[in-house]
């Protein structure tokens, strides 16, 4: 039962393809696939279903509906059921349109399996499954060649964070004989479970886009609108925040592990927030809000409440996976991601307010779910100290700052022109939804919201002040003023910066020159260099070794050859001539005896019978003869 939420989505994705004739049905059947996937990962979560079985070699794999996963489960395809409908609208008109929604419902599959996984082992096949899925989906419009190129540079990005996994797979095999996350419990060696921790967040951080590993959420921006919503919200992305909020009971012991996940995700959420403010690009905007907003759920985990990741985690998949979609439509009707030349918010009245739904969730605004949850981050925030209380408040502030100003330069009041008209019904059905969840999740404001989060997601919630949603409050008004200020004087767009400065702060901070600069460039003139040396040196070398040994060879035949065939011939002719020999002897004197002593008997025998005349007198001179021998030779003997 729990490999259901695996295999379902992964049959339907081939029904799909086969269903790729009938285009009107591509989208029905997706959606019913990814929401038949949420049913059965509900069955698997209230069950609390689990499942092992052995690979070989003694290694143990198995899938567990627990703890965090749990959640999980059920949000991957609920997510994606809003993201296959809405893609089925929205590139209605792709003839790959079949491919697409296969691969999606298989990247649903794989985080499924990423997420029920119980043991090292399972995870890092799913783990490179979901890496894989991403590359295939980034890529999809292949025929253009940046966009194979901006998938590459995803995939090498995150893989090379893949290696930690590997790492502490490793080290959790020499540690205990065994691959489960249960076998860490009480594991006493600092060094060998600081390895663990170590691979594990290399790993996590490359997957959700944290600090430096974060431009490479510019690369997967190539990728068509769905793939960017259902990437960033619910699936790859989430991996890394998933996979240390799953581990971090079993690495807490470590000293350093906490402190550098919670420093990692506050760099990355004042880092990722600013980028975002900065950018005049719609979906990098909010890449980099994606960034930031992961970077906040790590320092809940850090400051060990996993139930505050869990909570913003959730609130982040139904927010973002709008906004995305919403970006989606902007450059359908538009013609552009460029923030300074939209302002739809007339031209498309619905959208605006349903994006809006979805900004006012980013930007914390009670009484949205997005929030709530945000509440339970600043005050894990707190718990783990003042400063990292007062870093996040600022990244909340952001949050705020580039929430409004996105909405405002999207959908606020403006005449651009609309190439196309508006959007398709399963386009507005797929927003409709995600903004009514966002909506939904409010409820958690209601008294008890918080048992529902640390029952639901197995892990706690920090005790808040009441003065922390009053700074939180005051934070968004001032926010808000600024806008205000922003808006009333025309610099929106460039915040009143230089073009140089806000370039810098956009572009990830110089990050990805930094990265050109100091990895790539370094690197890709190294393999120039070891090019050259292999072909010239290298090269060299061998053809020189290969030309001595067929010269060798060949001085070696020329010398050894004669005398060895002239002994093969020697040693065949002695052969002969001894064959020749003996088939004489064996006609001429074995024959010749044995046909002697045949003639022989047959003289001997005719001459006997002879001695047959049948007369009796006959008979008694020859027995009289031999008596008389007889007495002769024994006289004789004696």
Known sequence: MVWLPVLVPALGGVLVLLLRGRRTALGPAAGTVAVLTAGVGLWVAATEATGSWTWGAGMDLGLAAEGLSRLMVVLVPTIAAAVAVYAAGHLADDPALARLLAMILGFVAAMELLVLAADFLTLLVAWELVGAASWILIGHEWRDAERPRSAREAFVTTRFGDLGLYVASGAVFALTGGFFFSDLEGVDDPVLLGVVAGGVLLAAAAKSAQFPFSPWLFSAMAGPTPVSALLHSATMVAAGAYLLARLQPFLQPVPWFAPAVIGIGLVTAL????????????????AGSTSAQYG??????????????????????????????GAGVA?????????SKLRLGRALPRVATLFGVGALALAAVPPLGGAFTKETILAAAFHAGVWVGAGVAVAGFLSALYAGRLHLLAYGPGDPEVR?????????????????????????WLPGGDRIIERVADGLLAEGARWELVLSLGMLVVALGLLAVWWRRGTLVSLGLPDRLRGFVAGWWGLPTAARAVVVEPVVGTSRGLSWFDWRAVDRVVRAVAAFARALSGALRRAVEPVVDGFVRLVAGGTLASAEVSRTIDDEGVDGAVEG???GIGVAGARSRRLQTGMSHHYYTMLVIGTVVAMIVAALWR
């Open 271 to 286: 880092a990722g927030g600013l980028v975002a403010l900065a950018q005049q690009d719609f979906k990098r905007a909010l």
């Open 296 to 325: 906040l759920m790590l320092v809940a985990i850090g400051a060990g409440f996993t139930g505050a990741a869990a909570g913003q985690l959730t609130a982040h998949a139904a927010f973002k996976s709008l906004l995305f979609l």
């Open 331 to 339: 450059l359908h009707a538009g013609g552009t991601l460029d923030l």
């Open 420 to 444: 196309d008209g508006p959007p398709r019904r399963a386009e507005m059905g797929a927003m409709a939804f995600l903004a009514a969840l966002s909506l939904g999740l409010g409820l958690l």
């Open 597 to 599: 002593v045949a003639e």
